[in-house]
């Protein structure tokens, strides 16, 4: 396509774009024809000539094969903010790590590929600053300060798509792996459990279920880290549980206000906050929503999951919620060698619009039995698939929360 500076207004870079032929579509949806395609190579040139001075946003397309041309992305990133650029990360397969690096950099907002329906549009849309959640393991901005402790913690609420995904177990096992990643700077790290009916954060620990629990819940206007703290539990010397109550409550015993209390005092308490989440929307998912810095969706190659996924979809979009801060997790994801199960990903990606960006193996019968002893799977199977998938997470979202809060400790000691 031939650029002609004196009529786009935008433009896409891309190391081809016909690999992005999605996108295509969306560009000419959002702005007409007034648009235009440059390799990556040549979009440094051409993004420091004055006349993409008229440019309201660039699209910087990207996949997996472009993390190894890192360098030149951060390169195009500063010569499109240079000039006050709206800079669109469009990325498929690309690892957490790469996407807040880039985000970091100065990128403006990042949308999977296949694009969501309208979110090329609601991007652009949106007035010009940094998202508030960068990426899967975005740390707390720089600037916050926390207001009751000494900590800025990364909160992650989990979702299961369907019953029996393996949500809760990626919950308990993600908090467990990040409690004993750093055996120098020993991240705390806190669980909490909002299955408040049939939560098994518990079960899976062994832990007992405690009246404190709920009487934390609903006292949240008293509540302060001590009064959290005492209803908390402890697994392993190391882990900070919160259970689900004794006694089945309804969804309603809390409201907004109360999660946004819970969440708050437990972030400016701990390095990181899990929320295991119930199989349901209520009055105060929209706070988890908000507080959250990125949300995993647990699913399965099935059709309950793809349904359920779908209506979340729809029902965020709707709502105006930050459906962006979701990334998908496919558990029992088809090998390497299945082809046709490969495929099938690909196609339930596409029909459903999400970027499926994490896939773990079958853990087997080694999650089973971890769950019917009561502790992770670090401790029952350190070996098993799923684990060491899990793990690799967990080291993938502690690395950028301290490369993202390195200059901070500069500063401060500055």
């Not at 308990?172 to 009916?197: H, T």
């Not at 005092?265 to 209520?282: C, E, G, H, K, Q």
């Not at 359920?308 to 919620?321: H, M, Q, V």
């Not at 896939?359 to 999650?367: A, L, S």
Request: net charge negative; with cysteine.
């Amino acid at each position: 396509m031939l650029i002609e500076p004196q009529s786009i207004i935008a433009c896409t870079i891309s190391r081809d774009i016909q690999e992005f032929d999605l996108l295509i579509e969306d560009m000419q949806a959002t702005v007409g024809d007034r648009w235009g395609d440059v390799g990556l190579a040549e979009a440094v040139t051409f993004l420091a000539q004055p006349d993409s001075d008229q440019l309201a946003f660039v699209a910087l397309a990207l996949d997996s094969a472009d993390e190894a041309d890192l360098d030149r992305l951060i390169l195009i990133i500063a010569a499109a903010k240079a000039r006050d650029i709206r800079v669109i990360l469009v990325a498929e397969g690309v690892s957490p790590t790469a996407l807040h690096q880039l985000l970091r950099e100065g990128a403006d907002e990042f949308i999977p590929y296949p694009l969501p329906e309208g979110e090329l549009q609601r991007a652009t849309s949106k007035p010009k600053g940094r998202p508030a959640a960068p990426k899967a393991a975005s740390a707390t901005s720089s600037a916050e300060v926390a207001v009751k402790g000494e900590h800025s913690g990364v909160v992650i609420p989990i979702y299961a798509m369907a019953g029996g995904v393996g949500g809760s177990t990626l919950a308990v096992n993600l908090a467990w792996e990040l409690a004993i990643i750093d055996k120098d700077l020993s991240p705390r790290v806190c669980l909490i459990d909002l299955g408040l009916q049939f939560g098994s954060v518990a079960t899976l620990l062994d832990l007992p279920r405690r009246e404190a629990v709920q009487e934390l819940l609903t006292e949240t206007e008293s509540m302060d880290a001590e009064a959290l703290l005492q209803a908390l539990q402890t697994y392993g010397d190391k882990l900070h549980v919160l259970t689900s109550p004794l006694d089945l409550v309804p969804l309603d015993l809390v409201d907004s206000k109360d999660v946004e209390r819970l969440i708050e005092t437990a972030r400016v308490n701990f390095d990181y906050v899990i929320i295991d989440m119930p199989p349901a929307l209520s009055d105060w998912s929209e706070a988890v929503l908000n507080a959250a810095h990125l949300c995993f969706a647990v699913l399965q190659l099935d059709m309950r999951s793809a349904q359920n996924t779908l209506r979340l979809k729809r029902a965020l979009t709707t709502e105006g919620l930050p459906f962006q801060k979701i990334r998908f997790v496919l558990n029992r994801a088809p090998g390497f060698t299945d082809l046709n199960g490969r495929s099938r990903v690909k196609r339930m990606s596409e029909s459903l619009g999400i970027s499926i960006e994490v896939q773990f193996p079958d853990g087997g019968r080694g999650v089973g039995e971890a769950a019917d002893q009561g502790i992770p799977l670090a401790e029952s199977a350190p070996k098993n698939a799923l684990r060491r998938e899990i793990a690799k997470l967990a080291r993938s979202i502690h690395e950028v929360n301290l490369a993202d809060a390195a200059p901070q400790k500069v500063r401060a000691r500055a």
